[in-house]
């Protein structure tokens, strides 16, 4: 049976989610700025045409913003990731198979689907995720994931298409390939791109024609399949279940300089807690909990210090207090009085799947049960009414470091006190 992918991206998805709420963004450059209110990384089609970049200082843009309306906005991430699940569930209707790649692109199996009727098949998909969640997407057809993917920017980019595109037995399949930056080719990133510009290789087509040995030589095995599947020849399946990470990290930059030790362990505390629900929700444990600890190195005038340091315990856990007792144990080696903290975060490693913990002689019946019992109640509770519903009480209560986010709008779908009301007279 012929392999046939669809990928499934979400157009402008961040600023997508905002205008779903508020229709009066629809035709108005709205841009959406990182943690802290930092860089630009999200834009409307509306924000790229005044020339405002990708991952943009939003200090250096602020009069380009004021001169033109330009409407901008703090993460919110809360929505996004609710709105992102909404638009997957809706993708799930239209195939038994579904690999959800990023928050706002899923790749979807169309192996025995009527080839001549895959076009119209993609525009019902369209229709009915913008019908059902608000959100437009695009979709890029092809028999293996890499073209589909270029067929999905294929779609984005020509209006005239109506959102979808279908490269399957096209017949200018090396027209298009050739007016494709190999940049722009799935897998093949800045580094790359520039060592293929150099040897001439410069589009799509380009490195289709490259030779076997060559590639495999310079750009190793995935390379070599990267190059088969511009050929139609599928390397790469449908991941449909999640692949367990091997390293969770979790950090953010403070909202203002922290210089206390007790603010410095409630932030890591809030830090630890994230990470270990990761961790529970692929039923993993970590063994390793490597701490870091940064001043602002865009400050030079400001005295600079960071570390790290790292513990490795008696055996994998994944119960929130003690990955938080251990974690505030190594930041108390690396801790320093006198700097103005700009961050701080928790990376765990060594990674093992739950029920094959390792244990040792100086272990007694661990992990307790009480203890899962205890994460499981929490993770629950957390997932019914909203993050931080329970939490610890090393996380403190002001949270005054947090990041900035002044320009959030409300979290209208995962709280109910922010709840859009409707009033009529």
């Known amino acids: 049976m012929k392999n046939l992918f669809a990928l499934v991206d979400c157009n402008n998805f961040y ?19 990182s943690n802290n209110d ?8 509306e924000a790229k045409a005044l020339g405002i970049k990708m991952g943009a200082p ?26 992102s699940q909404r638009v997957m569930e809706t993708l799930g209707r239209f195939t038994p198979r579904i690999e959800i790649y990023s928050i706002d692109e899923a790749f979807l199996s169309l192996e025995g689907f009527d080839s001549t009727s895959l076009t119209e098949y993609a525009h019902l998909i369209r229709s009915t995720a913008k019908k059902w969640t608000g959100i437009p997407v695009s979709i890029g057809i092809g028999p293996t994931k890499t073209l589909a993917k270029l067929a999905s920017k294929v779609a984005k980019k020509y209006r005239k298409l109506n959102g979808v595109f279908d490269l399957t ?25 520039t060592f293929l510009v150099r040897h001439g290789i410069r589009s799509a087509l380009d490195l289709n024609r490259a030779g076997d040995i060559w590639v495999k030589k310079h750009m190793t095995v995935m390379g070599l399949r990267t190059v088969k599947e511009l050929r139609g020849i599928p390397c790469f399946g449908l991941e449909e279940l999640p692949v367990p990470r091997k390293g969770i990290m979790s950090s953010r930059s403070f909202g203002r300089p922290v210089e206390s030790l007790e603010e410095l362990k409630q932030a890591l505390a809030t830090y630890v807690s994230r990470a270990a629900e990761k961790l529970r929700s692929q039923r993993s444990a970590a ?27 008696p055996i994998p856990m994944d119960y929130t207090p003690n990955l938080i007792r251990w974690a505030h144990r190594q930041l108390g080696k690396i801790y320093k009085p006198g700097y103005r903290y700009k961050k701080t975060g928790v990376f765990l490693t060594e990674i093992v799947p739950r029920d094959r913990i390792q244990l040792n002689l100086f272990t007694q019946n661990y992990p307790h049960e009480k203890n899962r019992k205890i994460m499981r109640v929490v993770d629950l509770i957390n997932a019914r009414w909203g993050t931080d519903t329970v939490r610890y009480g090393a996380e403190g209560t002001q949270k005054e470091w947090k990041m900035r986010r002044n320009l959030l709008s409300p979290r209208y779908t995962t709280q109910w006190s922010e709840i859009p009301v409707v009033k009529s007279e």
Request: hydrophobic content about 40%; aromatic content about 10%.
């Open 287 to 313: 063994a390793i909990v490597h701490v870091f600890l940064l001043t602002n190195r865009f400050k030079p005038r400001e005295p600079q210090y960071g570390n790290s340091s790292t513990a490795i315990l």
């Open 58 to 83: 939003a200090f250096q843009h602020k009069d380009l913003f004021r001169k033109n309306g330009v409407l901008v906005y703090s993460s919110n991430y809360a929505l996004y990731g609710d709105m």
């Open 169 to 193: 037995d096209h017949p200018a399949m090396e027209k298009i390939l050739d007016s494709v930056d190999v940049g722009d080719v799935w897998g093949i990133g800045p580094r790359y791109r």
């Open 38 to 45: 930092g860089c630009v990384i999200a834009r409307s089609n």
């Open 15 to 33: 600023v997508s989610c905002e205008r779903v709420f508020n229709p009066r963004l629809e035709g108005r450059a709205v841009v959406v700025l």
